[in-house]
């Protein structure tokens, strides 16, 4: 999971175009009005049970069971740079929902084991985008969630 998430943090770097210290995998907490921290901020918010469960004659690996909720977070500088940002991150998800080894970017290494990394958009309604900041500090920042599913290779 923790190679998976640095992998997306790289990613998410190049198709930016910004420094390494500009994409954090890191709590959103950083993100609070008294912090200095400014750029792209991924946040593991959860981990569930996908609805994928195999069959009896082919139960999944660990990973393949696993759907991590992540939320990406803007704060660069100006508001308008944070709006570029996070829309890029929305198309970049949405023309390449599948991550495969041979269609990431070729100075970033695709996590070992896995076949593929599958984005879905999470559709929050405000209520819970409330919730969620304020359970983060408060401060809310232009931001989207992804569910995550891990494909691990077939043996």
Not at 31 to 51: D, E, W
């Amino acid at each position: 999971m923790d190679e998976t998430l640095d992998f997306i943090r790289r990613e998410l770097r190049y198709r930016l175009g910004v420094t390494d210290e500009q994409v954090m995998l890191e709590n959103a907490r950083v993100l609070t009005n008294g912090s200095n921290t400014r750029g792209a901020v991924i946040t593991l918010v959860n981990v569930g049970v996908s609805t994928y469960q195999g069959s009896v004659l082919n139960r999944p690996g660990w990973l393949d069971l696993l759907e991590l909720t992540v939320l990406f977070s803007f704060r660069f500088p100006d508001y308008k740079t944070s709006l570029a940002a996070l829309s890029r991150t929305m198309r970049l998800f949405h023309t390449k929902p599948s991550y495969t080894a041979t269609d990431s970017h070729p100075d970033n290494p695709f996590p070992a084991g896995l076949e593929s990394i599958l984005f879905t958009v999470c559709p929050l309604e405000f209520g819970a985008w409330t919730d969620l900041w304020g359970m983060l500090g408060g401060a809310q920042v232009p931001s989207v969630a992804y569910n995550l599913r891990m494909v691990q290779k077939k043996n």
